[in-house]
């Protein structure tokens, strides 16, 4: 199968400096790109998505890039915070079908 | 709105058991996915029911299956538990289609032993 992968499993950032999040993917018909993070203990929580007709979506402090040409996709945290600690997934859809998940990132934020 | 609520949350059973858990999606959501988290291999989908109806079906055997009910509730069950099935098991809602922003519950811990 088609696969997302994730470019560094840990990252280690201090408090207020801002965060980025790599992920990879294969398929070139990927068209649904999705964000979430999770904390331990609980569930995977939404960030933000991005379809592949847009290059560039921001949210609340985050902001999705996509480079399809390297098929690349990234999330930057803007003035990370403790509270931003966790294990951050990026996922992708194609032909309708299930998302499929990358193997995660671990944030660290220290003071 | 109430979020995905998943029950029980810890399960603990031995090699040869079956287990069922339980997810109430989100009021108003008709799509229910299951996803299989373990730490080597992260979250995998098992299936996805929408309408009462199985749409997608993940690469897992047999011994793992599911059903919604008309209330879009959902139950997934796996048979013949064996040592590997250990893991986090996520049911995840959606109002369309799966592959919409899915609304994760906080998983049933499942322990072989």
């Known amino acids: 199968g088609e696969s997302v992968g994730l470019h560094l499993p840990t990252l280690s950032v201090q408090e207020g400096d801002n965060s980025i999040i790599n992920c990879a993917y294969s398929?070139?018909?990927?068209?649904?790109f999705i964000w979430y993070k999770q904390e331990s203990g609980k569930g995977p929580q939404f960030i933000i998505d991005?379809?592949?007709?847009?290059d560039k979506r921001q949210g609340q402090r985050v902001t999705v890039l996509l480079n399809k040409t390297v098929k690349h996709l990234s999330l930057q945290i803007a003035a990370t915070q403790p509270g931003d600690s966790a294990v951050y997934f990026c996922?992708?859809?194609?032909?309708?079908?299930?998302?499929?998940f990358g193997k995660g990132t671990s944030l660290l934020v220290t003071p | 709105k109430a979020g995905v609520t998943q029950t029980p949350r810890y399960l603990i059973k031995t090699r040869g058991q079956q287990v069922t858990l339980s997810c109430s999606p989100i009021s108003g959501h008709r799509s229910v996915s299951w996803y299989q988290q373990t730490p080597g291999q992260g979250l995998q989908f098992l299936f996805e029911?929408?309408?009462?109806?199985?749409?997608n079906k993940g690469n897992f055997p047999g011994r793992f299956s599911g059903r919604q009910f008309s209330n879009s509730r959902s139950e997934m069950n796996v048979s013949t538990l064996e040592l590997g099935d250990s893991a986090l098991y996520l049911c995840?809602?959606?109002?369309?289609?799966?592959?919409?922003?899915?609304?994760f519950g906080s998983g049933t811990q499942l322990s072989v032993l």
């Open positions: 398929n070139s018909a990927s068209d649904y």
């Open positions: 996922a992708e859809n194609h032909s309708g079908y299930a998302l499929n």
């Open positions: 991005i379809r592949s007709n847009m």
């Open positions: 029911y929408f309408s009462e109806t199985q749409r």
């Open positions: 995840a809602s959606s109002f369309g289609q799966s592959y919409e922003k899915l609304f």
